[in-house]
């Protein structure tokens, strides 16, 4: 199973970008996708997801407002429009994908992870 993230990059607080993954390596039985984010030093904690079949949305309190997750099935991707950036948002940001139903908001559900991308919000 591979997932490809891209889309990161280096923006000024306030501004925005857009995170995308491909997920056409994503497992046949795939419940949910969704990002996770790691800031230098600390945990990684989960950040959005979106489940595969219905587009149930649900996010962290610290974005929501401000991210929002899309997927396109016939694409195979999965999107994170990320908006009013602060430089508390600066992390490298992973793609997941689980095929679970439990523990979503926690690591142990992901068993599919793609690489990361860095996100750097200059104040």
């Known amino acids: 199973v591979q997932l490809q993230a891209s889309g990161g990059g280096l923006v000024q607080a306030g501004g925005s970008l857009r995170l995308s993954c491909d997920a056409s390596?994503?497992?046949?039985?795939?419940?949910?996708m969704g990002w996770f984010r790691q800031a230098p030093g600390k945990e990684r904690e989960f950040v959005s997801r979106?489940?595969?079949?219905?587009?149930?949305?649900y996010y962290s309190e610290s974005v929501k407002s401000r991210f929002i997750i899309s997927r396109d099935t016939a694409k195979n991707t999965v999107d994170l429009q990320m908006n009013r950036l602060l430089p508390e948002d600066t992390a490298v940001y992973y793609c997941?994908?689980?095929?679970?139903?439990?523990?979503?908001?926690?690591?142990?559900?992901?068993?599919?992870w793609g690489q990361g991308t860095q996100v750097t919000v200059s104040s």
């Open positions: 979106i489940t595969w079949s219905s587009g149930m949305q």
């Open positions: 390596g994503r497992p046949f039985n795939t419940n949910v």
């Open positions: 997941v994908a689980s095929t679970q139903y439990y523990d979503l908001d926690f690591e142990r559900a992901y068993a599919y």
